[in-house]
């Protein structure tokens, strides 16, 4: 996801051989339903563990929708890493995704009534790349 690039270093210097995909979804502002804008991956996903970066899951519909891309392109063993979480972006996740584990370095509070985490950080792929 967008918002991942800038965990990508990290992950890249833990598995070297990593081959890198990108899935461009943002979220819409008035129904908090992701829109997709890009989306390439390596091929013969089937075989290989996929890991889905995003530095936060909040509602969770963006990291549904971006694994749903992932199933529909052929991945079988997905792991969905952030660096925060809330208990009902993971509600979301397991409800649909039951079978993708979620690891996440802290879980927040909740979401307030815009969807962002609370406390949280606000838009991380808006302020990592300055589009707000």
């Known amino acids: 996801l967008r918002a991942g ?22 979220r819409d502002e008035a129904t908090l339903q992701p829109v997709q804008y890009y989306f390439k991956v390596p091929t013969e996903l089937e075989d290989r563990l996929v ?10 519909n963006s990291s549904v929708a971006a694994v749903n891309l992932l199933k529909e392109a052929g991945a079988t063993n997905i792991r969905f890493l952030c660096l925060l979480a809330t208990p009902e972006g993971v509600a979301n996740m397991k409800a649909v995704h039951p079978d993708v584990p979620i690891v996440t370095a802290a879980l927040d509070e909740g979401l307030n009534e815009v969807g962002y ?3 949280g950080l606000g838009d991380a792929g808006d302020r990592m790349y300055g589009t707000k």
Request: aromatic share 6%.
């Open 5 to 26: 690039n800038g965990l990508l270093d990290g992950v890249l210097e833990l598995i070297p051989s990593a081959r890198v995909g990108f899935v461009g979804l943002y």
């Open 51 to 60: 890991i889905a970066v995003d530095p936060m899951l909040a509602t969770g």
């Open 117 to 119: 985490i609370v406390p």
